[in-house]
Structure formats: structure tokens, C-alpha cells
């Protein structure tokens, strides 16, 4: 850092101190000010990418206007099919055409496409 940077740094923890903040500040160089932890960020997704798009459309591809279906949910969460059935007739079809319920007994979502 060169002087100037140096001294407003030095001024800025200074003030933070002063307000007792906690606080991590990692310069450039690496080095660390503040007794703040910082840890990485935790990827928290159940499923991989387009493992649930997949699993609901060899259920639902080729289900035509008029008809029903039922995607049984397996091992995956109900909402979570639910969602996915929701969404994948959102990006294909558009609003309002597809009804649905969930069936606890059978744990699986049974659908109507109405557009």
C-alpha cells in the first residue's frame, strides 16, 4: 500500500475498533485485520442441476391437452416435485395450463393440462 492508502487504512480500523464492530478485512496481500471468522460459503442444493426437470418430464412430455398424469415422487420431497411439475409446464406451456393436487396417500402429484 502506498503511504496515503496506508494511513486511511490505518485510520479505518481505528473507527472500527472504536465502535467495537467486529469486522475481517483482508488486504490485497492477504493479510487479515479484524477478529471476525470468515469461512467459505456452503453449497446447500439437495439435488444436482436439472436432476428434478429430468426426473418430472419423462412423467409429463408426453402428456397432450385434455389429459391427466400423476408423477409419483419417489424418494424426492412432494413439494419438491410439485414445484418442479409446476414449473416445467410454466416454461413449456405458460400460465394456467396446468392443474394439479398432491396425493399424500400415494405420495405423488396428479395433474390435468388444461392449454
Known sequence: ME???????KRAINVLNAL??????ITPEGEKFGELEVSKPTNTRKH?????KTYVEQ???SVEVGQNFTVPCGEYNMETIATS???WFYKKYGAGSLNYQSDKQAHAIHGFRSI
Do not use: P, R
Not at 3 to 9: G, I, K, L, N
Not at 48 to 52: A, S, T
Open 59 to 61: 412423467f409429463v412430455a
Open 48 to 52: 444436482k442441476m436439472g436432476e428434478l
Open 20 to 25: 467495537k464492530c467486529q469486522f475481517a478485512i
Open 85 to 87: 411439475v409446476g414449473n
Open 3 to 9: 503511504h496515503m492508502q496506508s494511513v486511511a487504512f
